[in-house]
């Protein structure tokens, strides 16, 4: 028996380098309206097509094979290092980007729908290349939810127990893998077709729309602008706000939505706990912002309640310089670059759930000092959560911090400061863009060694595939018969 069939793994990867491909020809009608050099794309699409038929080559003609635990979790990984690693081509044959590991942390930022740019002059990007950088948000959040709803439960991790506890998601939504993913995807448009038309009715052109619409649905963060979108309407901030808003909840509660299943929607403890969360440190935000500045109720409110959204939902759009906030305001939103938003959403970082699971342990735990001989069980969505389920997420938080302070220590090692390391670290591994320091919004990680950015990359990855899905191919059980 072997452990892991590589022809399985080989042929997945194959097809991810035949989706990327595509993307890259995606890009071509950009390149034309706008009279750009289309060679970088057409390049990068055969180079990639050409690696895509080697790879199916070498996994040989035999009929595929139902792929195991172990090859669920390796070809996961392998697929986003795959993907990343080619997407640094329109950067370098562009000559966007001159060196691989500015590239690939730029591409690592796209895909994983982190939003920190290495990129000192977004500005004079071309307009395709600009268009690509966006895009490979929108590709990675489309991926997430796949990935998260779809291929986890199936492979039994730790990301589909969070969604789905102890039943299948697919049985909840529809019996065909195939059908959820048309549904999610339905949803996806959905949201970025509304968004680009709301945006196109205030200033911003048609180009600038899709791009951070691209940006907010997938909760990415790359904009088309130096200052992100603080130079824009009050207008189009409040649009961007709504729709990260709403990106930061499970699509599967769209899905009921749109089913008039109101009762699961009403059940979805997650979904109210993120709704409350953003009201109370929007609100607090806010009042720091009133009470210590000379900004007016509505001013505030846009600002607050925006860069809290663009936080929690791991987002990274910015519509002012918040370091120049007040020092109460720096204390809020690094506590919500550990936040995340909801599980089976385009978003990064701890999440949600595993919040909500924490705050009712601790409850227990207090009930049990008080009445030692009470029975106690922790319930989500009405459904009690088994106590391998709470461990996992338990685990995964204990992980979590574990894999940031390691990185911090890291970083500060090759001579970056405490608060530009630690606040790098925790951006890059929640997926959340920019942080504080030398990393704050109105800087670029350009200047950082790259050694710096090859370790802020895998950062990004590893906080994406939900930490334990890489973390495991290293484990002695995992190479075990």
């Known amino acids: 028996m072997k452990l892991v069939n590589p022809s399985s793994v080989l042929r997945i990867l194959g097809n ?5 491909s595509i993307a890259f020809l995606c890009c071509l009608p950009v390149a034309f309206i706008y009279k750009e050099n289309p060679g970088p794309f057409i390049f990068s699409a ?36 795959f993907l990343t ?13 001159h060196d691989f590991p500015a590239a690939f942390f730029e591409s690592a930022s796209g895909f994983t729908t982190t939003g920190s740019t290495a990129v000192a002059n977004v500005e004079g990007l071309p307009y395709s290349i600009l268009f690509w ?42 019996p065909r893998t195939q059908g959820v993913g048309l549904r999610l995807l339905y949803v996806y448009l959905g949201l970025t077709i509304t968004e680009t038309l709301l945006l196109c009715l205030g200033e911003m052109n048609l180009f600038d729309s899709i791009c951070h619409t691209f940006g907010s649905v997938a909760t990415g963060g790359f904009s088309t602008k130096n200052t992100s979108l603080s130079g824009y ?33 009403r059940q979805d403890e997650e979904m109210w706990f993120y709704i ?13 912002l009133v009470a210590n500045t000379t900004r007016s109720i509505e001013p505030a409110f846009r600002e607050g309640f925006f860069q809290v959204i663009s936080i929690i939902t791991t987002t990274g759009y910015i519509t002012t310089d918040y370091l120049l906030w007040p020092p109460a305001g720096h204390v809020i939103l690094f506590i919500l670059l550990f936040a995340g938003a909801s599980t089976g959403s385009t978003t990064g970082s701890i999440k949600m759930a595993r919040h909500l699971v924490v705050i009712k342990n601790i409850r227990n735990v207090m009930t049990k000092l008080i009445h030692p001989n009470v029975i106690t069980q922790i319930k989500l969505n009405n459904k009690p959560l088994s106590d391998t389920a709470n461990i996992s997420m338990l685990s995964f938080i204990t992980l ?25 670290v925790a951006t890059s591994l929640g997926n959340a863009g920019p942080g504080f320091g030398s990393a704050g919004p109105m800087f670029h990680y350009g200047v950082f060694s790259s050694p710096v950015k090859l370790i802020l990359s895998f950062l990004m990855i590893i906080g994406r595939l939900e930490i334990i899905t890489v973390f495991v191919l290293f484990s002695k059980s995992f190479w075990r018969l």
């Open 233 to 265: 309407s009050a207008y189009s901030q409040y649009i961007v706000m709504i729709f990260m808003f709403l990106s930061g909840i499970s699509f599967v509660v769209f899905y009921y939505l749109v089913k008039l299943n109101f009762r699961k929607v």
């Open 85 to 97: 690693s080619f997407g640094t081509l329109p950067y370098l044959l562009s000559g966007a980007i």
């Open 46 to 81: 055969l180079i990639s097509i050409v690696a895509a038929e080697g790879l199916f080559m070498l996994s040989g003609k035999r009929k595929m094979e139902k792929i195991s635990t172990r090859e669920g979790f390796l070809s996961v990984t392998l697929a986003w290092i």
């Open 400 to 424: 979590y911090v574990f894999i940031f302070i390691i990185g911090t220590i890291l970083l500060v090692i090759l001579n970056i400061d405490l608060i530009t390391a630690g606040s790098a």
């Open 276 to 288: 409350l969360t953003v009201l109370f440190f929007g609100t607090l935000a806010m009042s720091v």
């Open 133 to 174: 950088r966006s895009f490979t948000h929108w590709i990675g959040g489309l991926g997430i939810i796949m990935l998260v709803i779809i291929i986890m439960p199936s492979l039994g991790m730790t990301g589909g127990q969070l969604m789905n506890l102890e039943s299948s998601l697919k049985s909840k939504i529809h």
């Open 16 to 20: 991810i380098l035949r989706i990327e």
